[in-house]
């Protein structure tokens, strides 16, 4: 019964840290006033530039280095037309979001149709470096050990990249900077902020935290290409609505990817839970699949609906959000 | 110092315009011809055969113009749609959202209706449907208005939360659900009584679903409806300006409301017909005009009639593609996403070069 909780715990942990990735990219974009929908897209270029380089020289740290690079590449593309062309930010994002999932399944179908087939991950060198890592003594801690501290290096990379981010915001002057023109874009110009340059490092650096969440995703899922599915599978729509559930935190973003988390595991793990405790958790087998998929949506619904009726102050959403900034437009 | 600036040039020409967009699209055309040489594809004929759709040399050539019509219909009402609500500067981007709610309700009364003469049944259907997404729309305007709530958010979490009821009408066996085909033991989504699956003109074997014959229409409607109706006019100001409106006398929250309800409406409109024409619902019968819509919309630059052409193009280039798709193996019709994309980046980059010049720092000055 323990192992049925201790398992639970574990796929939070293990299928879920993408989402953390995409969220704290994506609240490192939205602090600087940009609105980025390209999550999805962001993340399946990384997965499958990253996999692709990670097979080929058999190096974790290549695949990260370059799933980072292809995805900040997807940002540059993104700061270039809505921050110096001044596009709009929803289209822009929107198409990078098509543009990346194509993409995905351009590269998929022409290496698996190419002579030297879909590389697979199973036995290989990339797939050694991807094995948990026991953090001495903690990891043997009944149920909390397993959960937290038996993980592979990407999710304690995932957890210490929203804590400096989280310290980054709050506690440096380049990042007091950068929510001074995410909330007021004119007042930081006339500080003498180079809006252009802090939005370009941001939204490049941004997205190649998502990038390095899709590589993830890719090693995670056994990193086979499917002609049907892409490996992101939603995680990137999930992300944009877990920002806001994190109101803009990066560390409150580490709870939250818990928390819905917690949800997509009752999906899929109902099973185990109702067999294992009958009669207290019996109950959900009979809740339907797609209701714990579209959780994360309603509760940020509501969320959006509650904080915004009750003009809510402590709302961190940044007020230029999704507005670009044209000096001469005042 | 930087010695240029940028600066908005002094009135539109839309000659200038159409030829940077013509430059775009040739170079992302450019582009895709690299890729799908880079492929062992010959581009030429792979273009040949997405730009005429498959029709040369075809026996049933008329099957693949009602396939691209049923392809477009959806697009271009939904195009329109947004377009409308992008006039007042309202983000709604739930597009997919509204016509999902659209499709269920026309498929409630497709299901339960029965008996009524088809041209009815089916006005029954368009109404269920128009009412419900406009409902919907409302909903997210009022918060808008009222509360403030950042609609673009709001919107797209309810495509997911539709998403994921359409596909659980669709994957639950269960007496109540009256969705599902009972004939089949795994759960799929039935077809319509034949009541409620359009129909249309015969020219020769051609069959022209009385959904293009609206489309059409509603072209027109909506082209005269902003051109020439008070409403129209409002909404222009408020876009423009809802400070300006608001000055002017204008009720801009009700503005607001009404325009937001007319558009959903619309996209419920898109459902219902696509419904009806297809004969069934399914998760994937939205085929993405949410998403399309949007980029078709601001392709069109919110223009009536450039976005009728702008989604007769893109409805050439997705179904182009997916009829290219059966020659080729090592392509599939998602080429049309990447094309797409890669047009649109271009377009914008065009859109930015049309709208701006670049100056010396000194003439400025003077």
Request: glycine residues 10%.
């Amino acid at each position: 019964m323990i192992d049925v909780i201790t398992l639970f715990l574990f796929s939070i942990v293990v299928y879920n840290i993408p989402l953390l990735y995409g969220t704290a990219g994506e609240i490192m974009i939205e602090k600087s006033g940009s609105l980025n929908l390209g999550v999805e897209g962001t993340m399946a270029i990384g997965a499958v530039a990253g996999y692709l380089a990670g097979m080929r020289s058999g190096s974790l740290l290549v695949a990260c280095l370059v799933s980072f690079a292809a995805a900040g590449l997807v940002g540059a593309v993104f700061s270039f037309l809505t921050v110096t062309l001044q596009a709009n930010q929803n289209v822009t994002g929107l198409t990078i979001t098509t543009f990346g999932v194509a993409f995905y399944y351009f590269i998929g179908n022409a290496v698996s149709n190419s002579p030297s087939k879909w590389p697979a991950l199973g036995g290989s060198r990339l797939d050694q470096q991807f094995a948990p890592i026991e953090i001495p003594l903690l990891s043997k801690i009944p149920v909390i050990g397993k959960t937290f501290f038996s993980h592979t290096v990407l999710i304690y990379l995932g957890i210490i990249i929203a804590i400096v981010m989280w310290f980054y915001f709050e506690k440096t002057v380049p990042g007091l900077k950068l929510r001074a023109i995410g909330e007021n874009p004119g007042a930081a110009d006339s500080l003498g902020v180079n809006i252009t340059l802090y939005k370009y490092i941001h939204i490049i650096i941004g997205s190649g935290i998502m990038g390095i969440g899709g590589l993830y995703m890719a090693l995670n899922m056994g990193g086979t290409f499917e002609g049907s599915n892409c490996w992101i599978n939603g995680y990137g729509w999930i992300s944009i609505a877990l920002v806001i559930f994190a109101n803009w935190s990066p560390a409150k973003a580490i709870l939250g990817t818990f928390i819905f988390g917690f949800f997509n595991t009752l999906r899929v793990q109902n099973a185990p839970l109702a067999t294992a405790f009958p009669n207290t958790l019996g109950w959900l087998t009979k809740i339907p699949a797609q209701f714990f998929s579209a959780l994360p949506f309603i509760i940020t619904l509501i969320v959006l609906l509650i904080s915004s009726v009750r003009k809510n102050n402590n709302s961190c959403e940044p007020s230029a959000i999704g507005r670009n900034y044209y000096r001469e437009d005042r | 110092m930087k010695k240029y600036h940028l600066v908005r040039r002094s009135g539109q020409s839309i000659k200038r315009l159409l030829i940077y967009y013509l430059i775009g699209i040739t170079i992302s055309m450019g582009i895709g011809a690299v890729l799908l040489w880079s492929l062992g594809i010959n581009p030429f004929e792979y273009y040949g055969r997405m730009l005429t759709i498959g029709m040369v040399g075809n026996k049933y050539a008329y099957k693949n113009v009602e396939g691209l019509l049923k392809i477009l219909v959806p697009l271009l009402i939904t195009s329109l749609a947004l377009g409308l609500s992008f006039k007042m500067r309202f983000w709604n981007i739930g597009g997919e959202g509204e016509f999902l709610i659209g499709a269920i309700s026309a498929a409630i009364v497709a299901f339960n209706v029965t008996g009524l003469p088809r041209p009815l049944t089916i006005l029954l259907m368009c109404i269920a449907a128009m009412l419900s997404s406009g409902l919907l729309g409302l909903a997210v305007a009022f918060f808008k208005v009222r509360f403030n709530t950042n609609e673009t958010l709001v919107t797209l979490m309810l495509n997911y939360i539709m998403l994921y009821l359409i596909t659980y009408l669709g994957k639950t066996k269960e007496d109540w659900n009256f969705f599902l085909d009972p004939k089949s033991a795994r759960p799929i989504f039935g077809k319509f009584p034949e009541s409620a699956i359009m129909d249309g003109i015969k020219i020769g074997n051609f069959n022209l679903l009385w959904s293009v014959i609206i489309a059409v229409a509603l072209i027109i409607f909506i082209y005269i409806y902003l051109k020439y109706t008070k409403h129209g006019y409002e909404i222009s100001v408020v876009g423009d300006s809802a400070a300006t409106a608001k000055y002017a006398g204008m009720k801009v929250s009700r503005i607001i409301m009404r325009t937001m309800f007319i558009s959903s409406a619309m996209i419920g409109l898109a459902a219902g017909l696509t419904a009806s024409a297809s004969g069934t619902i399914s998760e994937t019968v939205t085929n993405n005009v949410g998403w399309t819509g949007i980029v078709v919309a601001w392709l069109g630059k919110l223009s009536v009639p450039a976005i009728a052409v702008t989604s007769v193009l893109i409805a050439i280039l997705q179904f182009g593609c997916k009829t290219a798709a059966t020659k080729y193996p090592s392509i599939d019709s998602n080429f049309a996403d990447l094309l797409q994309g890669i047009i649109l980046f271009s377009v914008l980059t065009a859109d930015f070069c049309a709208t701006f010049t670049l100056k010396k720092k000194e003439d400025a000055k003077k």
